[in-house]
């Protein structure tokens, strides 16, 4: 069953601490991607990677790190340098190439409160 | 970069209703989606739409690309319709697998 996973559903961090939220997709997809949503808001992208041990800061890239290992996987870190990281947290993947289909798809997020 | 804006932001409905939510950017696209974000958080993918028209039950919706536009339509409402509904493109100067540049939202409530 092809799709994105995301762990944890929620988490709860103490101020000061770092944390990592996992996202992993088997649809064979190049590019990955993190955002944030705040209550009532849109999304606003943190992150993005186009192609294995690649990526480009998004709009809201400071106190967060990514990695991109493998082209299943793209985790995020949280730092104790975001200021205020309580948020909702979705990463999103789609077909890479120029010219192919790139319509983006979605895990089912991660909501992070910090104590 | 790329604007979008949408409206109406907050719409409430009678169920059996119908409505329609609009999408303008401020550029021409080569990526246009329509996403709802479910009581839970999950979005969904409606429809991926850069240009014509789509239908998909009692949704549908049209991108008219030359006028910069996108609407869509939603026909004889269910409260299960209710969430907020996004509007998200991708400018075509932008090469290769850009990420898409999302609008605000349309907030929809179906009341029984």
């Known amino acids: 069953d092809g799709g994105i996973t995301q762990s944890p559903k929620y988490l709860f961090r103490k101020e000061g601490q770092n944390v990592t939220l996992s996202c992993e997709q088997n649809?064979?997809?190049?590019?990955m991607y993190w955002y944030r949503q705040d209550p009532g808001q849109g999304l606003r992208l943190i992150y993005y990677?186009?192609?294995?041990?690649?990526?480009q800061k998004g709009d809201i890239a400071e106190g967060y790190s990514v990695s991109r290992e493998k082209k299943e996987s793209f985790p995020l870190t949280v730092t104790s340098a975001q200021k205020n990281p309580t948020a909702f947290y979705l990463c999103a993947s789609s077909y890479g190439g120029a010219g192919g289909d790139n319509e983006q798809f979605f895990g089912p997020g991660t909501r992070l409160t910090v104590l | 970069g790329i604007q979008v804006e949408q409206s109406p932001p907050d719409l409430i409905l009678q169920e059996g209703a119908n409505s329609t939510l609009r999408c303008n950017f401020s550029d021409s696209v080569n990526n246009l989606q329509w996403f709802h974000q479910n009581p839970w958080g999950q979005l969904i993918n409606l429809f991926y739409i850069p240009s014509g028209t789509k239908q998909n039950g009692r949704l549908s919706a049209t991108t008219v690309a030359t006028e910069r536009y996108s609407l869509l339509y939603i026909s004889s409402s269910q409260t299960t319709d209710s969430g907020v509904y996004f509007c998200a493109v991708k400018g075509d100067r932008i090469s290769g697998n850009t990420p898409l540049v999302f609008g605000k939202g349309t907030r929809l409530s179906v009341i029984a």
């Open positions: 990677s186009q192609i294995v041990n690649d990526f």
């Open positions: 649809l064979n997809h190049d590019a």
